[in-house]
């Protein structure tokens, strides 16, 4: 359970490829046609949200796809029209916008957590679904994925999170909160459900207890959700690039290099630590290394020189006629 997984790590990889190239298509698509395309990501707390839309995202050009994740609204924010903090975020033509999280936050986390009013809570309710059917009148392609995870993989996710130091900042005191509100957590859920899972705008639950498949199961049902041909370009013939002439390019120790620390640091077999702890021997050693540079780039500059060199030769080593 958990990060175990029904498809190895290989398989994986090599299918969220292959459905990556289809994600650029699609994006041309919309581009193109200057559609409007909004995908909501829902779910309990280490579902793996961000995961899924990190993998949907990485190949996208990101000028026409942005992700939106909202922090705490601000005093001022607290007082707008509810859905008008995330209005500014919706897409233009030829855009899509990934919400990590969304307006459904007034369902889940404010209602478990009294952070709205019972009248808040209401109201949106009876106007989250005219809402929707706004944006969708609008031309915007609505999406909403939930991604349902089990207390246990949640709980192994949770343990994760506190021993790796790259992942601990996911943790926050909230997530903290949640632990004790489980059972009211899935009551909200089961609630928001009946006023917006509509006909017209539904919710599309995901399995997401096994996060490779939860991933590649989202990526081809986002790609089914909008129908697209391919616009793929013809190859692109590389043009000669530019002769220097009286060019030259500046010293190279004009330049601040940054140290080089690797590979030196690996090759030691000695972690090279953060940069604070750069300090004394690992410092000169990183001095030593960017003394060193000016040296590297030159002999990488000669050996540039040698193969171009060889390249003017023909048969027999004359040199071919200009």
Request: with cysteine; proline share 6%; glycine share 8%.
């Amino acid at each position: 359970m958990g990060d175990v997984s029904a498809i190895t790590k290989k398989d994986y990889f090599r299918e969220l490829k292959r459905l990556t190239v289809e994600l650029v298509k699609m994006q041309e698509w919309v581009k193109a046609k200057s559609l409007k395309v909004v995908a909501l990501f829902e779910g309990r707390d280490a579902a793996g949200k961000g995961g899924v839309i990190k993998a949907l995202t990485s190949g996208l050009n990101p000028r026409y796809a942005k992700i939106v994740a909202l922090g705490v609204p601000t005093e001022r924010e607290k007082t707008q029209w509810y859905f008008q903090r995330y209005v500014p975020h919706l897409p233009a033509g030829g855009e899509m916008a990934f919400f990590d999280r969304s307006w459904y936050n007034r369902a889940g986390v404010e209602r478990v957590m009294g952070f709205c009013t019972d009248a808040e809570y209401s109201e949106f309710a009876r106007s989250v679904g005219e809402f929707e059917r706004m944006l969708i009148r609008s031309g915007i392609v609505l999406l909403k994925y939930w991604f349902s995870v089990s207390d246990e993989v949640q709980e192994e996710r949770f343990e994760d999170r506190l021993k790796d130091p790259a992942k601990r900042w996911k943790l926050s005191p909230m997530d903290m909160s949640a632990r004790s509100k489980w059972v009211d957590y899935s009551r909200a859920k089961d609630a928001m459900f009946e006023f917006s899972d509509t006909p017209d705008s539904p919710w599309h639950v995901v399995d997401a207890d096994d996060k490779y498949c939860a991933r590649l199961n989202t990526i081809r049902h986002f790609l089914g959700s909008v129908a697209y041909e391919d616009l793929t370009p013809e190859p692109i013939e590389m043009p000669p690039r530019q002769k220097a002439g009286k060019y030259e390019r500046p010293p190279i120790d004009s330049q601040r290099w940054i140290p080089r620390v690797y590979p030196g640091a690996l090759a030691s077999g000695h972690e090279a630590g953060s940069p604070a702890e750069v300090s004394g021997e690992a410092a000169a050693a990183a001095e030593g290394a960017s003394r060193d540079a000016p040296a590297v780039e030159k002999s990488a500059r000669r050996e540039e020189k040698k193969q171009k060199e060889k390249g003017k030769k023909g048969k027999g080593g004359k040199s071919r006629k200009k």
